[in-house]
């Protein structure tokens, strides 16, 4: 008993805070467009600067803070259970509806950080372009990019921090052929959720670490694009399957099962209206899900991303993977540099972001596999081709 009074009592303060803070725009409107949400680094110049413009308004406004805060204080109620996936479409959505709230023309981008997996310090998404890279030593302030020097009022008056889980790097993230494993291996809702919270979607969080690995890294805009990557995943395993936009299952935080009927904590809406990302008061599709209805067919061709665009080192940016894999060895000669898994997550971690620890074990696992199956096509593909 005493732990519903508490889990109410939490909801109460999350909506006093947040609401006094920033708006809560209702969603049942039909949609009058379908928009289409897209790789960050595929916007133009023009596009780009126009959503960096949004947000640092939406800064200006103290929104940040308020995403920040109610995040921080419904998040046992929405990880670490199933109301994961449809709660953060929620929010998403508010989020880029007070974006369109001051330029109605712009859209949700995502972070497709499966691109530059084994060398997110070579990603464009976090330098000076997009979203800059690291904190400075110390405090950890975020000094380039779209957030430069970016204050921040929540949970204390700082400023925006970042701090790269090993120091000067992120470590690696994980492949997004170990993303379609998961995808093709889950069968419910729950599995699939739990599997992706806990794998994929922790390891950004805690590789960029300062605000980014706490729960309210919502103050951090780059929360959004990365959540949106998390969600584009989700709708991708949905249009495999039709029944899955209608249908939910697992459990949420009180151990009360999820269903279609069940409410989102904080907003209210009923689970049911977040599964088709193109129904009423949604109005969007990802660039590259693929899809039967009822997603709109999008004109983007499908990311067919090999695994080993990245540039090694961050040095070499060709395109030619291949002219990465060939360094010099002490001994003159070369060889194939392996990629490096992410590593295990710290259980302390893990428990107090409410994320399942034995998951996370398993889905190391999963992850190690999969990067020695790439490592193992590397190391073909280079002695066919040094033949
Ligand atoms: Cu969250």
Redesign the pocket.
């Given at each position: 008993m005493l732990k519903y009074i508490c889990i109410i009592a939490v909801v109460i303060i999350g909506e006093v805070v947040a609401k006094s803070v920033f708006p809560t725009p209702r969603l049942d409107t039909a949609c009058s467009k379908i928009v289409v949400r897209r790789d960050v680094t595929t916007l133009g110049p023009a596009e780009l600067d126009r959503f960096f413009r949004v947000v640092r308004e939406m800064h200006r406004r103290g929104w940040m803070d308020g995403f920040g805060s109610m995040?921080d204080h419904i998040?046992h109620q929405?990880?670490g259970n199933d109301q994961?996936f449809a709660?953060?479409r929620r929010?998403l959505r508010h989020f880029e509806v007070l974006m369109q709230d001051i330029d109605p023309d712009v859209v949700l981008p995502y972070w497709n950080w499966g691109t530059f997996w084994q060398n997110p310090l070579a990603d464009p998404v976090l330098s000076a372009a997009y979203f800059g890279s690291n904190g400075r030593p110390g405090d950890g302030c975020v000094l380039d990019g779209a957030e430069a020097r970016w204050g921040r009022n929540y949970p204390s008056r700082n400023c925006l921090t970042r701090k790269f889980r090993y120091g000067t790097s992120t470590g690696s993230f994980w492949p997004m052929r170990a993303v379609r494993d998961v995808m093709n291996s889950a069968k419910t809702h729950a599995q699939f959720r739990s599997r992706i919270e806990n794998g994929a979607h922790g390891i950004v969080h805690l590789g960029l670490g300062g605000d980014f690995e706490t729960?309210w890294?919502?103050v951090d805009v780059l929360?959004f694009l990365h959540?949106a990557m998390i969600d584009k995943i989700w709708a991708e395993w949905q249009s495999r399957d039709l029944q899955r936009f209608r249908s939910v299952d697992g459990y949420d935080a009180a151990r009360q099962p999820v269903m279609a009927s069940s409410l989102l904590p904080f907003y209210g809406d009923e689970v049911s209206t977040t599964l088709a990302t193109n129904g009423p008061g949604y109005c969007y599709v990802y660039d590259d899900v693929p899809g039967p209805a009822p997603f709109v067919k999008s004109t983007h061709k499908r990311d067919e991303m090999p695994e080993f665009a990245a540039p090694l080192n961050g040095t070499d940016t060709s395109s030619d993977s291949f002219v990465n894999m060939r360094v010099a060895n002490s001994k003159g000669g070369s060889s194939i540099v392996d990629f490096t898994p992410p590593q295990p997550m710290d259980p302390k971690w893990l428990k107090s972001m409410h994320y399942d620890v034995k998951e996370a074990a398993r889905m190391q696992h999963l992850v190690d596999n999969v990067v020695a199956q790439i490592n193992a096509e590397r190391r073909e593909v280079g002695s066919t081709k040094s033949k």
């Open positions: 995040h998040s929405v990880h994961f709660w953060h929010f729960m890294a919502p929360f959540h």
